[in-house]
């Protein structure tokens, strides 16, 4: 028997339309007082549009979103009830081995930057309100492709209670205003029972490198769920950088293009609130941050999350072997603590090699990152004509080895300095550090 059907519009609820549905199924139906068996085969469903406005309603700065040329094929699948003299019905669902459900479809959606994004449930008043002003401001557009295919799907309905397990495989392609962004796919198992629900897998990127493997175990009556990132390296060469091979067409000021990272997580969603810890650690990496070149950087970061905030769990430490920010900066070392909840952050002790001397400090401690009140600065062994190199001014030269300390401190997340003295060496002489220098200051001559 073969079914057809065609629908103009469809309202399946009262913000959601679809248009122009088409659909067809082959069916053969065989019963007897025992069991009822139906074949579903050559199974597609076509809709050339839905409008998805129920995401608005949750986020006010998204202003469209629409899934165009929607298609969902299914291959042979055997749907069977049996009833026995002393059970009740048992209703199974089971696709046939080399058989596969796809699902694919095209999304739009356009979001507007405000200064003030408003998130949560927001009134129609204030979403008209909004759409009125939404021309003044500048808008993203997205565009994605989306693939869905389930093998191996069995489904059993027996006492009232329904049981899902499948493998699925997906992929996920992503434009930004028109420029393409790095492409994704995922594989792995689902299972769903009435009061569980299990996901396991694989995330990849286009060239099929995993970035990711997960699991999430979720327990839908106690609303808790477990998620955790298992032990995963990346490793990077030049040519598999994280631009050119792992996250390709991303427009990001850095890459990394040598050494490795691993990291780890184990939380847990309870009733809303995140609580748990993960992991990154770094061996021998390296590549560059909006221009400023690093290599052998080695790092151990271990962390806690509550619903206040994060803290280390361990001291950070953390070692380079040279930076390159307009000034060579080698053997880096730092270790480091934090605590977001109680906004403690410790500088326990830093230092580097530059310029022919070093730099260092210890003791710095501070409830804010963008204020803080002392860092005393160490100074040793400083090669004045390094330090002009360096800098190349006009009509300046300095030669000679400078040694001392100033105190250095952080106001409104820029740096500034407030007296301290450095001490040439023999046969030099005491060069004062004025105080009240900063960011905004130069040095106009120094002999």
């Known amino acids: 028997m073969l079914f057809q059907s065609r629908i103009d519009r469809l309202f399946p609820s009262a913000d959601t339309e679809l248009n122009k549905i088409a659909a067809t199924s082959d069916i053969d139906l065989k019963w007897s007082p025992e069991e009822l068996t139906m074949q579903i085969q050559n199974t597609q469903l076509n809709i050339a549009q839905a409008a998805l406005p ?5 986020n006010l700065s998204l202003i469209q979103s629409q899934a165009t040329d929607l298609l969902l094929q299914v291959g042979s699948i055997e749907l069977s009830q049996v009833s026995g003299h002393d059970s009740s019905p048992q209703l199974a669902l089971q696709l046939a081995p080399d058989a596969e459900i796809l699902l694919s479809s095209d999304f739009y959606g356009e979001n507007v930057i405000s200064e003030e994004p408003i998130s949560g449930q927001v009134s129609e008043q204030s979403r008209k309100r909004f759409l009125r002003n939404k021309k003044q401001l500048p808008v993203q557009k997205y565009d994605a492709k989306l693939t869905l295919a389930l093998k191996g799907t069995t489904l059993i309905q027996s006492s009232g209670q329904l049981e899902i397990n499948t493998q699925y495989q997906t992929s996920l392609n992503l434009k930004q205003n028109n420029q ?15 009061e569980t629900f299990n996901i396991s897998g ?7 490198a995993r970035l990711m493997q997960f699991s999430v175990n979720s ?12 032990r995963n390296d990346i490793y990077f060469n030049p040519k598999r950088s994280l631009k050119k091979h792992y996250l390709p067409n991303l427009p990001i000021k850095y890459d990394l293009n040598s050494g490795k990272v691993s990291f780890d997580a184990d939380l847990l969603l309870n009733k809303g609130k995140l609580t748990g810890d993960f992991a990154v650690f770094t061996n021998s990496l390296g590549g560059y941050i909006h221009g400023f070149h ?3 950087l080695n790092t151990s970061f271990t962390a806690a999350i509550t619903p206040e905030g994060i803290r280390s769990k361990y001291p950070i430490s953390l070692h380079a072997g040279l930076l390159h920010a307009g000034v060579l900066l080698e053997n880096i070392f730092a270790l480091v603590e934090f605590d977001t909840e109680n906004n403690r952050y410790d500088l326990h002790r830093a230092s580097a090699y530059l310029l022919g001397g070093s730099i260092s400090t210890h003791g710095v401690t501070s409830s804010s990152l963008t204020n803080i009140p002392h860092i005393p600065i160490l100074v040793h062994r400083l090669d004045l004509e390094k330090l002009m190199q360096a800098i190349e001014p006009n009509d300046v030269e300095l030669t000679g080895t400078l040694d001392g300390s100033f105190p250095m401190s952080v106001q409104d997340g820029l740096p500034a300095i407030q007296g301290g003295k450095l001490h040439s060496r023999y046969p030099g002489r005491r060069a ?4 009240g220098i900063n960011h905004r200051q130069k040095c106009r001559s120094c002999r």
Do not use: W, Y
């Not at 129920?54 to 949750?58: D, S």
């Not at 004062?432 to 105080?435: E, F, N, R």
């Open 432 to 435: 004062p550090v004025q105080g």
């Open 180 to 194: 393409r962004l790095p492409s994704f796919s995922s594989q792995g198992n689902v299972a769903l029972k009435p």
């Open 202 to 208: 694989n995330l990849n990127n286009a060239a099929k």
């Open 54 to 58: 129920v995401a608005e309603k949750f």
């Open 294 to 296: 690093f290599a052998d």
């Open 219 to 230: 327990d839908l009556e106690r609303e808790q769920t477990q998620i955790k990132l298992h």
